[in-house]
Structures are given as C-alpha cells and as structure tokens.
C-alpha cells in the first residue's frame, strides 16, 4: 500500500526522505552542538543550557563513565530523572560512551524499579535526590553496581545550586533521607570527567540507543531495543511534517511531557536537536499554576502535549490569559486526541492541534497530520518511508475503507522485544509487519482513523497500563479470589482503570484495595473504581471476559 500514499501529502512533504543523512544519535547530536553552538538547547528550572555547554557537559560525563567506572559499551545505565536539563547531559552522554539508555519512570515503586532494572540488567542508575530512598530499597535486589545522584539544581552556578539544592532539601523536605554506599554525586561526577581523557565510541545503525519499556499486551514490562538507527530514521521521517511551520535555531519549544517517554525523547531530544531549537522543559506539569507561570515567561511557539493535559489548562483562567500570538504549532499524541477538546484548544489559542500516533515499538511515530492540512479526528498521513497495511483478522489486506489491524514497517520499528524472541515473533507478522493491535481505516486521502483498539491496554493521560499487571498486583490480595480491569472513560484522564473483583472477605472495602495497589502501583495504574461482584462473565473454558465488562460500561453511558 506504499504507492498509494505517494501523492497524498500536501505540497513540501516528500513521500520519501534520505535516512542516511547521520550515521547514529551520536553524530545527530555531535553535529547539532556544532552547529548551533551558542544557540539556547534546553531549559528547566531557571537554567539555560546552550548546545555548545550541553556538548562539553555530556563529553564530561562520558569522560567519567569511561575513565572511572568498569561499564563498557553495550551495558545499560538505568536514568531515572523528570524533565531537568540533567537528562540530556546523561543521556547523550551515556551514547557517547557507547551505553545502552534504560529509560525509567520517576514514579515508578519499588516493584517495578525491580523488574525494570534486573530485566534490562542495568550495571549502572542515575537517580534525582528525591527518589534516591526507594532507589537504596531496591538496589541490594539488582545488578547495578554504579549509582550517580543529582539534586534538582546541579546545573545551576555553585552558589544557586547550593541555596535550591539546600531550600529543596531542608525547608520544602522534598529529600527523604537515604544512605547508598558508594553513590557519587553528578557534579563530582563531571568534574572529574572534566579532567579526564574522553574516546569517542562509534556507534553502528544497528546498535540498540535505548531499551525503552512498554507492557505489551501481556502487562509483563519488556524492554523495546530501540537502535541508534531507529531512533535516527523517525527523527529524520517526522522533521519535513513539522518544518513546513518550524525554522531551524529559532523556536521555543514548550516540553511538559517527560522525556524518558519515548514521544517527547524523539520530539525533543531528537527532532528539537537536530533543528538547533530551545526546549523549555517542564519538571511537574500537574502543578497547572506553576507551569502557567512559567510559560508566561516565553513568546513559545511549539507546545507538545495530550489531550488531558489541553484540556486541564484550557481550564485555567491565568492560562487563557496568555499571548498565544506567536504559537504556530500544537502536536498531540500518545493517547486520543477529543473532537471537545481540539475545539476548546483552537478557541482559547487560535491554534490547530495536530494529532499524530505512534507506539514504543515505533521509536514512536507511525503517523501524523501534516501541519499544512489537519484533519481532526484522523491520525494523519504515514511518515516517509514507512508501508502500512489494514489487515483483516485472516491476515489478507483489507481495502480503502474498511476498517482491520493497523501493521507497519518501516525503518523506525525496533530490534524486537530485550532477551524475549517468542514475544518479539508474536508481534511481527510472517512478512515483518509489526502489529499495532489498533483497528484503523484508511480513507481515499489516505488519512487514518483509529476505529478501536484491539488490545486491553488502558491508556491513563497517554500512559500505558496493562489490564495484567493491575489484576496480578490485585490477585496477591489474600481477600480477593478474582479480578478483572478494563478502562472506563474519565474526563481529566481520557480513561481510569477500573476493577470487578470477587472477595473471599465481606469486610473488605474499596478504599482497602486502593491502598493495596498503591503501594506497588505506580498512581495512574492505581484502579479508580473497584466494583466487587458474585461472580465475573467468563468463556467456557473460565477465560474472565473482559470484553463483556466493557461493554456492560459502554452500555450505562451510551
């Protein structure tokens, strides 16, 4: 179905585009901290750092992973950091000492911390300060052996960092104490990296840049090898939909989504980058009077965000207060973007949001709007150089307008699934086709449309969660004797999850479960809802039927 795309993208938006233009995310960034030197790269905190200081920052941590640790190229380094101009210092630092990136998620409890850092097999973890306690309960049951901590001010001049680290730490005690034996502080870190002798790696294509970890349809969190190639390719498919309104070295880029989410890592520390423009990276975008604040300190021209994040802004009367005059771009993605809400969007800024999609596996754009011709209510237009495919549930291709499992391939779809072959080979088709698991309908103009999701995923403010992993957490409940999770509709987080649980105890109540889950749940998988029942629907075979569960739901608000 790849020609039938090509006259299909407005005018400037080639059908095709040279992958061959960086060899690796090394020479991406290399390039760009040449290039825009002096320009501003990333912003957080009241820290500006430029590409040239991002370059000599994350060369110095290279310096020290390679000079004074035992890690080698191909070991992971486990970050775990929100939006701080940190994140990109380590991270491509990490790259430029050939290590493999572990993105993780600062919320995470102890119980997946666990399984994330022994499933990829981490040797190494930078940890932000604030979360360094759960870090010290963890490590003794993993294989990292190399800990780096940083305060959330350490990219500040010493005396600004000394006040916030210390203000942070003492008056707002946002530091629990911790004790981990041998852990180095990042400024030490770099210092001594500074005075150290640095060796560029070469990294190949097909090197793996980043595992970077999604549930899967099984809820067991596996681990995407994304390789340098990968992660090069849709940075270079998805740069023409965007440049047609952006200009290189002269944008402000507002970043409220985490980076170690692999929507904003390739938009931002990929895309942004490679155009030399200035990401303003928001640490906490829940505190909606904090981050109102603090765009009121940019003319921003670009915002990145999701749906449940438009719409609690939108609610913000400070926020609709803003000169929005110079904003010429609007991209959503990593859940469903609402008729409702794009409308409120356009009314309150006078700008279209583009809607695009994508998965983990896809380094994550599959497809987007081009910016020239948006199409709400559509995922837009395949990036270049990608072939996407209806198939029916036999697997034979379905024709235009008729709806069937999205497939792609593409030179952005990952290496397969960490030290899992038999998963990697259930995702993939016999021809190589990675299976979305979403139900779309390619129109004549060859937009898409997400018709259903084939999965049971849930998606909590575009963050995955496996209907497995909460029913597994619930289950070792002594009081519970089965359990089933499905999404409902939530208007602040597009879906929560609720539960139907049988118990064994009468006395037990929801608010009890609650808590259980919270304490081994990271919040947005923490159920909502818990409905307990008799008996739950089930196959002949005892197969609980979710699917009869949600459509009980979807009959009470239809």
């Known amino acids: 179905m790849g020609n039938f795309f090509a006259d299909k993208y407005p005018s400037g938006i080639p059908a095709e585009v040279n992958l061959n233009e960086y060899s690796d995310m090394v020479d991406l960034f290399e390039r760009s901290c040449r290039k825009y030197a002096d320009k501003p790269a990333f912003t957080a905190i009241g820290v500006t750092l430029t590409y040239g200081e991002l370059d000599a920052l994350s060369r110095d941590f290279a310096a020290y992973l390679q000079n004074h640790t035992n890690l080698k190229p191909g070991d992971r380094i486990a970050v775990q950091l929100p939006n701080l101009t940190q994140y990109p210092v380590v991270v491509f630092g990490a790259m430029r000492a050939g290590l493999i990136v572990v993105n993780t998620n600062p919320l995470y409890t102890t119980r997946e911390m666990e399984h994330q850092f022994n499933d990829s097999g981490a040797k190494a973890l930078v940890v932000l300060a604030n979360m360094a306690k759960q870090a010290e309960e963890v490590l003794p049951h993993t294989g990292i052996e190399h800990v780096i901590v940083t305060e959330i001010a350490d990219m500040h001049k010493p005396v600004k960092r000394f006040v916030m680290n210390s203000a942070v730490k003492y008056v707002k005690k946002m530091v629990p104490d911790y004790n981990i034996p041998g852990a180095v502080p990042l400024v030490k870190a770099l210092v001594r990296g500074r005075k150290s002798e640095f060796k560029r790696h070469q990294p190949q294509r097909e090197d793996i840049a980043v595992l970077q970890y999604t549930g899967g349809t099984t809820g067991v969190a596996k681990g995407a090898m994304l390789t340098h190639g990968n992660l090069v390719s849709n940075v270079l498919q998805v740069k023409p939909l965007l440049m047609t309104r952006l200009s290189e070295a002269s944008e402000i880029v507002i970043a409220p989504l985490p980076l170690y989410h692999i929507y904003s890592f390739t938009l931002n520390c990929g895309i942004m980058v490679e155009t030399g423009n ?274 009980e739901e979807e009959k009470k608000t239809s």
């Not at 965000?305 to 803003?322: K, P, R, S, Y």
């Open 278 to 551: 200035h990401s303003i990276l928001i640490p906490n975008p829940r505190d909606i009077p904090g981050f109102v604040k603090e765009l009121q300190k940019y003319r921003f021209t670009a915002f990145l965000g999701i749906n449940t994040l438009f719409v609690a802004l939108c609610n913000n009367e400070q926020f609709q207060d803003l000169d929005f005059s110079s904003l010429k771009i609007t991209a959503s993605g990593g859940m469903a973007l609402t008729m409702d809400t794009a409308k409120m969007w356009k009314k309150v800024t006078g700008c279209d949001i583009a809607e695009g999609y994508g998965m983990t596996e896809t380094s994550p754009v599959i497809s987007i709007n081009p910016l020239t011709a948006i199409q709400i209510g559509t995922i837009g237009l395949p990036v270049p150089n990608s072939d996407v495919r209806i198939l029916s549930e036999d697997g034979k291709e379905q024709p235009i307008g008729e709806p069937g499992e999205l497939v792609v391939k593409g030179p952005q779809v990952m290496k397969g699934y960490w030290q899992r072959p038999d998963e990697t080979a259930k995702t993939f088709t016999e021809d190589g086709y990675l299976k979305t698991g979403d139900v779309a309908v390619i129109q004549d103009d060859g937009y898409m449309r997400i018709v259903d999701r084939k999965k049971d995923m849930i998606i909590v403010s575009g963050f995955n969660v496996y209907p497995n992993e909460v029913e597994d957490v619930i289950m070792s409940h002594p009081d519970i004797v089965e359990c089933a999770a499905i999404g409902i509709p939530d208007l602040k987080s597009g879906e929560a999850v609720k539960v139907f649980a049988v118990k064994s105890n009468p006395a037990l109540t929801e608010q009890e479960v609650r808590e259980y889950c919270r304490e081994r749940l990271t919040a947005y998988k923490v159920p909502k809802v818990i409905e307990f029942r008799d008996e739950l629907p089930k196959t002949n075979v005892g197969k609980i039927l979710r699917r009869a569960l949600r459509d």
